[in-house]
């Protein structure tokens, strides 16, 4: 079974931080997903990666950076956490090619 | 932009119902097509894909996928209450990996 591991499941951070979201796949997915979710607005993208080192811009990259350094490791930054950012944060990982997404279980943010 | 449409819900159907969840999308050339189920305050779990035109059986779930129609729809036979969540359907784009999804529909299971 696919494994797809968020380091923490709840978070809460204060305006102005500097955040890190881990994420980590063991099955040697080449792509790697980003996504927020809030309610009423569906799961919107914020950044994806097809390879170590490479990363494209998702529909919502405004506040967030992303680091792959690893192929089973992908890390989002909220660079100055502010409370518009507050949201259930997954992580997702697929194969290279038109393969279904594999989610981690989120990490659901509070910035205060 | 390519849209995936889901009727939002809730769709409410007594226990040991069918229950039938539709799905359109606007990028005719697409060519994967994904069902995934969210329970409340959980992550999306995959429950099926489907690839060419016509039904995938599996278990108590049937996929179907109509491309000159542009609909994929997602039967649910002897509905049981802990079917009860959320259904997101998703649709890759041709020559994308990337999945468009939509933004679910909401399923109640009454017993």
């Known amino acids: ?112 | 932009q390519k849209e995936v449409e889901q009727n939002s819900g809730p769709l409410s159907v007594p226990e040991g119902a069918i229950a039938s969840l539709n799905c359109t999308y606007s990028d005719r050339g697409s060519q994967s097509f994904f069902w995934y189920r969210q329970y409340s305050g959980k992550s999306p779990e995959l429950i099926m894909s489907i690839y060419s035109n016509g039904d995938k059986e599996d278990g108590r779930f049937t996929a179907q996928l109509n491309k000159a129609s542009q609909y994929v729809s997602l039967l649910i036979r002897d509905s049981q209450p802990s079917d009860s969540a959320t259904y997101l359907c998703a649709v890759t784009p041709k020559g994308s990996y990337i999945p468009t999804f939509g933004r679910g529909t909401s399923l109640i299971v009454h017993p």
């Open chain 1, 1 to 112: 079974d696919v494994k797809v591991t968020q380091s923490s499941r709840y978070l809460v951070k204060r305006t102005g931080e500097k955040v890190f979201l881990e994420c980590v796949q063991d099955m040697d997915h080449e792509n790697m997903f980003w996504y927020r979710q809030d309610p009423g607005l569906g799961l919107r993208l914020i950044y994806f990666s097809y390879d170590v080192k490479m990363k494209e811009k998702g529909d919502i990259p405004e506040g967030y950076s992303v680091s792959r350094e690893k192929k089973e490791r992908f890390s989002l930054i909220l660079e100055s956490a502010s409370t518009n950012q507050t949201s259930m944060y997954l992580c997702a990982s697929s194969f290279a090619g038109e393969s279904p997404l594999h989610f981690g279980n989120g990490t659901r943010l509070t910035v205060t």
